[in-house]
């Protein structure tokens, strides 16, 4: 079984400070990963994804994640944080062999602070 | 391009009644999914299409979910009878995949989500 964890339900930070968000992962195999941003009243956008290769991945507004194999983390960074980036994100797994399904952590709010 | 369309928006039922979502994917995406998030917990995968056949149903939770995707287009997810724990939002997604024949995975893009509440 596949599972994701975010343990920060909450994340405060000052506008222009570093951002990051926090995701660890558990599934057999190689994983797919992904970063997902809901802002208040709309669907979930797409932020990135990791697939292969390069642990850094680069995403939609400056937003970046890290892949780290032997931590097995995720974890969404951002270097300079804008209050338009409060909003809810999730971190989700896809196993290689397990389908097209996705496994969500339980999200963290983001409030960036003016 | 459009993207992935849910109505209604919003549902309001009492419990022993039915509701039926619909959901209209991106033009030309094989594969639609159906996801709930209950009580502000984590987003639970329900089934997912490919075109018009059921690829994998193994999230849906018992037999009062029923969901249809007729001529692989739109899809509808009906609950019936309602009862209060199935009070969520209820998110549709699409993507490009191809079972068997897709290398790298494509992103999945979501709707809005139809917020159910069940009293």
């Known amino acids: 079984a596949q599972s994701v964890a975010q343990p920060e339900d909450q994340v405060n930070v000052a506008e222009g400070n570093p951002l990051t968000v926090k995701c660890t992962y558990s599934v057999s195999g190689n994983p797919y990963l992904f970063w997902y941003v809901q802002y208040p009243n709309r669907g979930l956008q797409f932020l990135l994804k990791y697939i292969t290769g390069d642990n850094l991945v680069k995403g939609s507004y400056g937003f970046e994640a890290e892949f780290n194999k032997s931590q097995t983390s995720f974890h969404l960074k951002k270097p300079s944080a804008l209050v338009s980036d409060s909003a809810l994100y999730f971190c989700?797994?896809?196993?290689?062999?397990?389908?097209?399904?996705?496994?969500f952590g339980g999200g963290t709010r983001v409030l960036v602070k003016p | 391009e459009a993207g992935v369309t849910q109505f209604p928006s919003h549902s309001v039922i009492e419990k022993g009644q039915t509701v039926t979502l619909r959901c209209d994917p991106i033009?030309?995406?094989?594969?639609l999914y159906w996801y709930r998030r209950v009580m502000g917990k984590e987003i639970k995968f329900l089934l997912h299409f490919v075109k018009e056949s059921k690829q994998d149903e193994s999230g849906m939770p018992n037999n009062r979910f029923l969901a249809e995707r007729t001529g692989g287009t739109y899809s509808t997810l009906k609950v019936q009878p309602a009862e209060l724990e199935d009070s969520g939002v209820y998110f549709c997604?699409?993507?490009?995949?191809?079972?068997?024949?897709?290398?790298?995975?494509?992103?999945?893009?979501f709707g809005p989500g139809t917020r159910l509440t069940v009293t």
């Open positions: 997604a699409s993507s490009q995949d191809f079972p068997g024949r897709t290398v790298v995975p494509y992103e999945q893009y």
């Open positions: 033009s030309g995406h094989d594969n």
């Open positions: 989700a797994v896809r196993a290689k062999a397990a389908g097209n399904k996705l496994t």
